[in-house]
């Protein structure tokens, strides 16, 4: 599909993305490097981040991996630190890295409803607050005139009920809630603009194949009133238009 985007929109930016190595993550890596912005890639997979960087350097992107883990302080600090030393700058954060699996409520032990809490929230909130002095008014370079722009990925199962996620559920409210708050804060005292994307189901995502059963994917594709279900340049396209919109576009959350 053609980009509705002038292919130079985010030339000079520098973006940031934490699973950004596959899955939306990845779509998203790879069409804001298309439209002109430099991309670092953080996850825990070596082979799958020098993969992806790989193929985005094939495109003509200029693309770095950078190991991590959201879930540690230090790692988020490393990571961001490495991105600017090499970039020079940072204007763009997406906080893409998630966990999920299916399991029933009774059968779900403290510890799995933890892991994915800290991936999906407390992941996203330490690489926000690791981000911020780069991401502040001026901050991210001398041409600055506004601050830079968060990328929260959320979820829309937890806007209702879905069967045996009540651990991703509980995770992504939380990251719509710091995405607001953080919206409100830093958007007044900082002018970094953040912004929430809440994606139904994707086709052709780990979660679209692993956590939805087969005849609910029938079910799905025969009450979709276009006879098809979102892709993931659809959730790219998306988070495009609200890094490309600086001097526009207020915070909000996004539901796709």
Not at 140 to 159: E, M
Request: proline residues 2%.
């Amino acid at each position: 599909m053609e980009s509705p985007f002038k292919a130079d929109i985010l030339k000079g930016k520098v973006a940031l993305l934490t699973g950004g190595a596959s899955g939306i993550g990845y779509e998203i890596s790879l069409q804001l490097g298309k439209h002109g912005a430099c991309i670092a890639v953080m996850g825990r997979r070596k082979h799958v981040i020098d993969s992806a960087v790989e193929t985005l350097q094939s495109q003509g992107i200029h693309a770095i991996g950078l190991e991590g883990d959201v879930r540690k302080r230090d790692d988020a600090a490393r990571v961001l630190e490495s991105t600017v030393k090499h970039f020079g700058r940072l204007d763009i954060l997406v906080n893409a890295a998630a966990g999920n699996f299916l399991v029933p409520s009774e059968d779900l032990s403290p510890n799995g409803f933890r892991t994915v809490i800290d991936i999906d929230a407390v992941g996203t909130f330490t690489m926000c607050h690791e981000a911020l002095k780069y991401l502040k008014k001026g901050a991210s370079g001398k041409d600055s005139s506004v601050g830079g722009t968060i990328i929260n990925i959320s979820a829309t199962l937890h806007y209702t009920a879905t069967w045996y996620q009540i651990h991703v559920s509980a995770a992504k409210a939380a990251v719509d809630s710091l995405t607001r708050s953080l919206a409100l804060e830093w958007g007044t005292d900082y002018d970094i603009r953040v912004n929430g994307i809440a994606p139904g189901p994707i086709e052709d995502t780990a979660g679209f194949s692993k956590l939805l059963p087969q005849e609910i994917l029938s079910k799905l594709k025969e009450q979709t009133l276009v006879s098809k279900v979102g892709q993931k340049w659809d959730i790219a396209m998306a988070a495009l238009y609200l890094v490309s919109n600086a001097g526009y576009h207020s915070n909000s959350l996004l539901e796709v």
